[in-house]
């Protein structure tokens, strides 16, 4: 291990005996009851990979798992935008393509997730929403106040799913009810949870919740997540 990964893991270690190091888009080490039933009825194997369960995960919320009512819940894309949307549950799953994948979430505290994510492509809401050519970044907001944030090209370039299913299940409370992010090779706290507005700006120094407490802005899984 070289001087730089010997820094990282000390202060790795340091902050998570401080009580400092969380933030993974995920939650529930006690299952509800809800989430065991679900349990019963999801797929854990997808195409001959092997799946983890959705009651594989650590709580690691600001606020603790939040509820939201499908039938008052609504979905905003504005901020830098040619025409504001706003969309019901409904009008997000059944008015748009959908998508499905098999992708690992990797949290900071070292436990992993491989789970079979269906939903739709964060840049299909963008196009409906037209992005204006000062937007910078886009930034996800939480029911709980979490929010993190994106490059857009990150988000229209890739193939980047907003899911509302995981395992063939649909996502209980605890996995972020209606939808969370499926950020593709970054670290588990960009995978935010029960978003429920997505804001385009052009100010490049925002920073989220772990970000602005020292975590890597752009979370990319192959570096460090603390520091740059």
Sequence with gaps: ??????????????????????????????PSSDITKLAKKEVREYKGQRLSSITDFRENSIKGPQ?????????????????????????????HKKYSKVLTLSCVEGWDVTILWEGILVRD????????????????HARDGYTTSFPVSYLTKNDILMAYKMNGVTLPAERGFPFELVAEQKWGYKWIKWIERIELSDNLNYKGYWESRGYSNTGDKDKAFFGN
């Excluded at 893991?9 to 933030?23: C, E, K, P, S, Y």
């Design 125 to 140: 809401l963008l196009k409906e929403a037209g992005v204006k050519s000062n937007a910078k970044i886009v930034i996800f």
């Design 1 to 30: 291990m070289d001087t730089r990964w010997k820094y990282w893991a000390i202060l790795f270690l340091l902050l998570l005996a401080a009580g400092i190091v969380a933030g993974c888009a995920t939650g529930g080490t006690n």
């Design 67 to 95: 509820i939201v009512e499908q039938a008052s819940y609504r979905l905003r894309v504005d901020g830098l935008v040619n025409k504001p949307k706003t969309y019901t549950y409904s009008d997000v799953i059944d008015k």
